[in-house]
């Protein structure tokens, strides 16, 4: 089993940043990807972005290109999203996800951590 906790959600204003992490522990694994998605109030879980665990490649929604960065470190086993130029409908909770490339689908999830920018 891999572990996943996200942490450094909080209350922001338009146009601020802020960095989550989300730290691995367990069973982890060297070739995968980790992401991160989002789910607002009342609306489906929306990938975000997501990075390749070895080669560092990467991949976002269009809706965050260009203003938030996924990142990895690979000794802390800890994956980060930086995000700037906040809006509010960046509002939600964010979770970080984990999987190996012979998955289907994300396994294991965090237990999320709220993002809230107020106008």
């Known amino acids: 089993q891999v572990q996943l906790v996200e942490s450094g959600g909080g209350l922001v204003q338009t146009g601020d940043s802020l960095r989550l992490s989300c730290s691995a522990s367990?069973?982890?694994?060297?070739?995968?990807?980790m992401a991160w998605f989002r789910q607002a109030p009342g609306k489906e879980r929306e990938f975000v972005a997501d990075?390749?665990?070895?080669?560092?490649?990467?991949d976002y929604a269009d809706s965050v290109k260009g203003r938030f960065t996924i990142s990895r470190d690979n000794a802390k086993n800890t994956v980060y999203l930086q995000m700037i130029n906040l809006k509010p409908e960046d509002t939600a909770v964010y979770y970080c996800?984990?999987?190996?490339?012979?998955?289907?689908?994300?396994?294991?999830w965090g237990q999320g951590t709220q993002v809230t920018v107020s106008s």
């Open positions: 367990g069973r982890t694994f060297n070739s995968g990807r």
């Open positions: 996800a984990a999987k190996r490339f012979s998955d289907y689908r994300y396994l294991y």
């Open positions: 990075i390749n665990w070895s080669s560092g490649s990467t």
